[in-house]
């Protein structure tokens, strides 16, 4: 029995040592792999080192960008806002100038309304000035026939103290004989 045991154990010691063989043969092809494995992981590794510093600039430029843009916006925002004051300021003035303008379209009716007024106040001066035109005409003729009438009278006074001087002359004659 114990030549099968010896048996069995060096059937066991053979299929041990081919197992462990085996076993190290597979832990070297696994070794080989995992360095392998290693190398291309540290390969790759590096080359996502390299993108994620290539990624982390272009995040550091587009942060910049981004202070930038929102550094303009908030300076478009500035504009904007004093533009709309600007505009409100504008609008106001504007219904001023509005407000005046009609102040001075009413003035301008009113002075119109003046200036017809004027006018009708003129062409009755005017009228007067005519009917008082015809008067002083009037008054002229009659003056100018009271002339003529005073002098047909001083005349036919003259004629009569003509006429007075020689009777008396004739009356002074008849009583001087």
């Known amino acids: 029995t114990s030549s099968w045991k010896d048996s069995i ?15 190290k043969e597979e832990n070297d092809i696994q070794s080989k792999v995992i360095k392998e494995l290693k190398s ?27 202070k930038d843009k929102s550094s303009a916006l908030k300076s478009c925002e500035a504009e904007d806002e004093r533009i709309q004051k600007s505009l409100a300021s504008t609008t106001e003035e504007h219904g001023h100038l509005e407000r005046a303008f009609e102040g001075l379209k009413n003035e301008q009716a009113a002075k ?42 001083q005349l036919e006074l003259k004629e009569e103290k003509g006429l007075l001087s020689e009777a008396y002359e004739e009356i002074k004659a008849k009583n001087a004989f």
């Open 9 to 23: 154990i060096k059937s066991n010691k053979a299929a041990f040592v081919s197992i462990k063989s085996n076993l």
């Open 40 to 66: 291309e992981k540290d390969s790759r590794c590096k080359a996502l080192e390299k993108k994620l510093g290539k990624c982390q600039l272009k995040v550091e430029g587009l942060e910049m960008s981004i």
């Open 112 to 153: 119109e309304a003046t200036i017809q007024d004027m006018d009708i106040m003129v062409k009755d001066q005017q009228g007067e000035i005519l009917s008082l035109g015809a008067c002083i005409d009037e008054r002229n003729r009659t003056i100018e026939a009271k002339e003529a009438e005073y002098k047909a009278v």
